[in-house]
């Protein structure tokens, strides 16, 4: 599967962005996904992931309430909504795919097969 992440950009501390990532391919509705994020000059860390039917979530904690993953199978999409946006949410934004479909594993982006290009968000104090 391929994956094309977009919607990034420019925010104020405080505002909202939507991400967006489509995937090509008939089996999207079999993989797990997730998103990452890294800053340069650090890891890449896991953000959010949604099992393969959108009924399970996981969050990093430290955008847990302010942050929402959903997908869309008819659109071949997952969605990261980002609202209380913060300064050090400022990074590249990766969109994964794995083919561990739910479960704990989905935490770990050694588990992911597929990676989108990243998209930049930056958030402004």
């Known amino acids: 599967v391929q994956l094309q992440a977009s919607g990034g950009g420019l925010a104020q501390a405080g505002g909202y962005l939507r991400l967006s990532c489509v995937a090509s391919?008939?089996?999207?509705?079999?993989?797990?996904m997730g998103w990452f994020r890294q800053v340069p000059g650090q890891e890449r860390e896991f953000v959010a992931a949604?099992?393969?039917?959108?009924?399970?979530?996981l969050y990093a904690d430290s955008v847990k309430g302010r942050f929402t993953i959903s997908r869309d199978n008819a659109k071949n999409t997952v969605y990261l909504q980002m609202n209380s946006l913060k300064p050090e949410d400022t990074a590249v934004y990766y969109c994964?795919?794995?083919?561990?479909?739910?479960?704990?594993?989905?935490?770990?982006?050694?588990?992911?097969?597929?990676w989108g290009q990243g998209t930049l968000v930056t958030v402004s104090s």
């Open positions: 994964a795919a794995s083919k561990i479909y739910s479960g704990n594993y989905l935490l770990h982006r050694v588990n992911y097969e597929n």
């Open positions: 391919g008939r089996t999207f509705s079999s993989y797990g």
């Open positions: 949604i099992n393969w039917s959108g009924t399970s979530t």
